[in-house]
């Protein structure tokens, strides 16, 4: 049986590693099956360019958002600027939003109002959000569960390497969690164990290319192809086929970004 759809449902084609050799990364994704791919937002300011690198490639799709690195260079960018750019047809999901406090790059009271505005953004819009939690898992869960209490949104915990309480609490107001190269990473006992206790209708992959290779690549620079190790591994952890992690996996996808055309002859609607 041919291997079903795969989506790399977390990548950064514009950074340096990926855009300078953009065409072979697309055709490596491919040869490997990743047949889409969505493409980070980290600065509204630089939209133009992730909108036209997804416009110039049907199977990128892209976000629009402010990472919290960069949260003190945009705390001005307002609601309406969200909501307005988010409405083109290739932006599938605001973010990638939310907290880091292990780099500490903006102040925190600044990356919780940038992440605040952007999951507003989300609600208004009906996109999910896209969120970046790193040592910083209490606040994290403070916010999305506050701002859900102002309406419906659905959070996506992206690159999942926090401690256990926050997937419980995500997927407790209907997050899904999306797991990266780390979990092939030898270390990564915790990271496995709470993919274990993620439900199936939950669960989806990504690379965070340039970054975080898995196995047996890292230590290179990451890019959309990897994404089947990921898958290979998640499938293991959870004691089901590769095809049927791919199909999980991708149904998943679908459900969660909506916007996102679904490819002909998408394997999950035979």
Request: a negative charge; hydrophobic letters at 40%.
């Amino acid at each position: 049986m041919d291997m079903p759809l795969i989506v790399d449902s977390h990548c950064h084609l514009d950074f340096d590693g990926l855009r300078d050799r953009l065409p072979e990364v697309l055709a490596r994704a491919r040869d490997h099956g990743v047949r889409l791919m969505v493409t980070i937002g980290t600065r509204v300011r630089q939209f133009a360019a992730t909108r036209a690198l997804a416009e110039a490639h049907d199977e990128v799709w892209c976000t629009l958002g402010t990472h919290p690195h960069n949260a003190a260079e945009e705390a001005d960018i307002g609601l309406d600027d969200y909501v307005r750019l988010a409405s083109h047809p290739k932006v599938v999901a605001i973010g990638e939003a939310g907290l880091d406090y292990h780099y500490d790059f903006a102040p925190r009271d600044v990356q919780a109002a940038v992440f605040r505005t952007q999951a507003a953004a989300a609600r208004l819009t009906g996109l999910p959000l896209v969120v970046h939690s790193r040592d910083a898992e209490e606040d994290t869960i403070a916010v999305l569960e506050s701002e859900r209490e102002q309406g419906a949104f659905t959070p996506l915990l992206h690159c999942y390497s926090s401690r256990p309480i926050l997937a419980e609490r995500g997927l407790a107001i209907g997050a899904y969690v999306s797991f990266s190269g780390m979990i092939t990473f030898k270390g990564a006992d915790e990271i496995r164990e709470v993919a274990r206790r993620v439900p199936l209708d939950r669960l989806l992959v990504e690379t965070d290319a340039p970054y975080l290779a898995p196995a047996p690549y890292r230590g290179k620079p990451n890019e959309p192809a990897y994404v089947v190790h990921t898958l290979e591994r998640l499938a293991d952890v959870k004691n089901v086929t590769v095809e049927e992690m791919a199909r999980q996996t991708s149904a998943n996808f679908f459900r969660l970004f909506g916007k996102v055309v679904r490819p002909p002859a998408y394997e999950a609607d035979k």
